[in-house]
């Protein structure tokens, strides 16, 4: 737990000099897409249609085996990928910690629950692949801003431990984060409290469905085996 306060202080403190950096040329990491044939309910074949993660290994002389993934905020409509992830990503990697950037669908072609699948099938893929990407699979976060603070909440309250039925061996692998950090987030949908327009984003046409709202007001969520948190 300490560590990952360390962690996210470290990530909140730097984050003036990660956002002075050129704009114009954000950085990128080695992309990989999340499903080979397609994402569950995907409306296409386009880029916004098929979720990803950009690659951000720790260098050997620094790694700690330690990993996060980084969720950019966006209300639920487009991603704030440069200061929110690609440079929040590098800052990891100086720290030791390898980082792997979400590019979750978004509205308007897409509603809850696309997200919750992307952000559960990262956390799978990373932790089906720690061997090759040299990362503990018991020390595997996520990481998210505003609207991704949203899906952050949401990672770390909806989980499982695997489908031991499932065909596709990396829906075998739990996605729940060994921890979580949640940075000026989302989190309640009730009305009094929310960020309307990332709501909206979110729900689509089911704004008004009580219990999806209630389900998806995290605060509400956390048990005994909800991960570490820092917000």
Known sequence: MTKILRWAVLVVLGSGSLWAQDK????????VYLWEKGAPLAQGEEEKDKPSISVYLAPEDKATG??????????????????????????????????????YRLAPK???PCMMLDVQRA??????RAAEWKVDPNRIGVM?????????????THFDDGKADAEDPVEKVSCR????????????????YTHQGSRKN???????DAELNEDLSCEKRVTAKTPPCFL
């Open 24 to 31: 114009k040329s954000p950085l990128t990491g080695p992309i």
């Open 66 to 103: 330690a990993a996060c993934v980084v969720c950019p905020g966006g209300g639920y409509g487009f991603l704030a990928k440069d200061h929110e992830g690609h440079q929040v990503a590098q800052f990891f990697n100086n720290l030791g910690v390898s980082a792997f950037v979400l590019s």
């Open 110 to 112: 897409y509603h809850h």
């Open 123 to 128: 956390l799978r893929t990373v932790r089906a």
């Open 144 to 156: 998210g801003f505003s609207a991704g603070g949203h899906l952050t909440s949401i990672a770390v």
């Open 177 to 192: 984060p060994d921890f979580g950090v949640l940075i000026y987030p989302v989190i309640a949908l009730d009305k009094p």
């Open 202 to 208: 979110l729900l689509g046409d089911k704004l008004n």
